[in-house]
């Protein structure tokens, strides 16, 4: 069953920028990595899911609600991380994740102290005098902390060195197994392919690739024959390179990393060539 469903959303801010057409959609216990470099439109679809856009045509609904119409209800049930976190710079860390606490009427604290342990995390300094880690770990307690199910998560990891990233995938990964459905924006590939089940790549505010994560992997996959000039070199070659030995010739497989994937949506090469959608 689809959670999030974005339905042809169109938002045209003229000079080619904004999005166009967009569909895809998030079913419910499934992650879903949202590649793309900035200007792509990726913040831009967020913020119509978030409810703080109304689209000019199209649709967004999470769990059949419509973002726009319906915007309160759906916020009410979303943890999410913007790609740019406002802050009460004022208030220490600790008073705001009490607003939040009260603001999302939760009873019992444990998940946040939880949280706050696995990102060792201090909360009690002001807000305005932490470092920009401290505030994204801050951004992730608040997000997580009420134990939603649905996430919506835009460049959740800007800012952590690579221990607290490490940590942050591993709490994506609990969350999928919990059932949470995830819409993750991001720029680290490597968060994307060990979290994400598909993936969707904007380019230029349309849609240039949907697909399940392995799927997109076949279809980028490349395969070469090498014919050799005896057996006893071919089944050499194939040794050395991992090939498959069919008397002289030689099937070599290489596959793509998701970076060399999405580096071949925006080096110029033809779309239908890899099968987009």
């Known amino acids: ?41 990726k913040t831009t679809t967020i913020r119509h899911l978030m409810g703080f856009l109304k689209p000019k045509a199209g649709s967004c609904t999470i769990d059949g609600l419509d973002c726009w119409h319906e915007r ?10 913007p790609g740019e976190i406002s ?16 603001y999302r009427r939760i009873g019992s604290l444990n998940r946040r102290d939880e949280l706050l ?10 807000i305005k005098k932490m470092s920009k880690g401290m505030k994204q770990k801050l951004g992730i307690v608040a997000a997580f902390m009420h134990d939603p199910d649905i996430l919506i998560l835009d460049e959740p990891t800007s800012g952590l060195d690579p221990l607290m990233q490490s940590r942050f995938i591993d709490l994506i990964a609990e969350e999928k197994k919990h059932g949470k459905t995830i819409l993750m924006s991001s720029h680290m590939f ?19 690739a949907v697909d399940a994560a392995a799927a997109l992997r076949e ?27 069919n008397g002289l010739e030689v099937t070599v497989t290489t596959k793509q990393s998701l970076e060399e994937i999405f580096m071949n949506y925006y080096g110029g090469e033809t779309h239908a060539e890899h099968g987009t959608v």
């Open 190 to 208: 490597e968060e994307v392919e060990r979290t994400c089940d598909r993936i969707g790549i904007i380019r230029n505010g349309r849609m240039v």
């Open 117 to 126: 342990e696995r990102f060792a995390l201090d909360p009690k300094g002001r």
């Open 219 to 245: 279809r980028h996959t490349r395969r070469y024959t090498v014919t050799l000039g005896n057996e006893a070199e071919a089944r050499a070659f194939a040794l050395d390179f991992n090939g498959v030995c």
């Open 87 to 102: 802050f009460f710079e004022d208030m220490s860390g600790t008073e705001f994740l009490k607003f939040i606490a009260e």
């Open 72 to 81: 309160e209800q759906v916020q009410a049930r979303l943890g999410y991380i």
């Open 1 to 41: 069953m689809s959670v999030i469903k974005v339905d042809s959303l169109t938002r045209d801010y003229g000079g080619q920028k904004g999005v166009f057409d967009v569909s895809f959609h998030v079913d419910q216990g499934e992650a879903f990595g949202f590649l793309g470099p900035n200007g792509a439109g």
